[in-house]
């Protein structure tokens, strides 16, 4: 086993395990896009090359955490394989990660691995898009609205306090941005969406749809219950991801 995954303790060993990829990235600029939203600008270390380029890719990122290896997964932001450069976007709040974000500069590097990560595009054609996302998964919601081209959207965004002003890729003639205070753990955003798809999916092809939900894990798992079961939308129509728990 290399030393970056001896390193990484017993997590870095079950990637590798699952053919988990290590690379080193280097930052080389940042932005600071709100108060509680920093963009890091990084070069690859040779990754894209090697893995290719797809929608919602993301990354491990390790951190340390008090002596121990920490792992958190981010969306590649921009990626251009030919220059071997991305960005990376991080809603900045407590723990070792965001820290790392809020003091990152030019020169300074960190490990990551590439594990699991894919995306398949919706065929056929969706004739809507129902996407539903958070400032955890931003990027990834901005990099499927890049992918999905001139498709018709309906777009549920949970907000919480400092997180106005983020960088939505939204085209108001095409995306329709439902924006939803964070209440009750979730349990608002899971409201409004299942008040609203009745009227919604009126008169449309529940095969014909596409589904994308990343949230918080007990929210993406009882909305992709609900499209699932409820509404019977096919499961290959229905992409779900729990992007963070609430503790």
């Excluded at 095969?207 to 929210?219: F, K, M």
Aim: with cysteine; proline share 7%; hydrophobic share 40%.
């Amino acid at each position: 086993m290399d030393g970056m995954a001896q390193g990484h303790g017993w997590e870095g060993a079950v990637l590798k395990l699952f053919r988990g990829k290590d690379f080193v990235f280097t930052v080389t600029g940042a932005e600071q896009v709100t108060e509680h939203f920093r963009r890091l600008h990084l070069t690859d270390g040779g990754m894209l090359a090697a893995t290719g380029v797809h929608p919602t890719m993301w990354v491990r990122l390790w951190f340390d955490n008090a002596g121990k290896p920490h792992q958190r997964a981010y969306t590649l932001v921009d990626p251009d394989p030919e220059a071997g450069t991305f960005s990376l976007e991080f809603a900045l709040h407590e723990g070792c990660a965001s820290d790392w974000a809020r003091a990152a500069a030019p020169g300074d590097t960190i490990e990551a691995t590439v594990q699991g990560t894919g995306f398949q595009r919706p065929a056929p054609e969706p004739s809507h898009v129902f996407a539903i996302g958070d400032p955890a998964s931003l990027p990834a919601l901005n990099s499927l609205v890049d992918e999905v081209g001139s498709a018709p959207a309906t777009i549920w965004f949970e907000t919480d306090h400092g997180t106005e002003g983020l960088p939505l890729r939204t085209d108001p003639e095409r995306h329709e941005l439902r924006t939803v205070p964070r209440l009750g753990s979730g349990a608002h955003l899971v409201s409004q969406v299942r008040d609203a798809m009745p009227e919604l999916l009126k008169d449309r092809d529940p095969a014909g749809i596409y589904v994308w939900i990343a949230a918080d894990t007990a929210t993406t798992r009882s909305l992709a219950a609900y499209f699932r079961k409820e509404l019977q939308v096919p499961k290959q129509r229905v992409s779900a991801l729990g992007y963070w728990r609430e503790t």
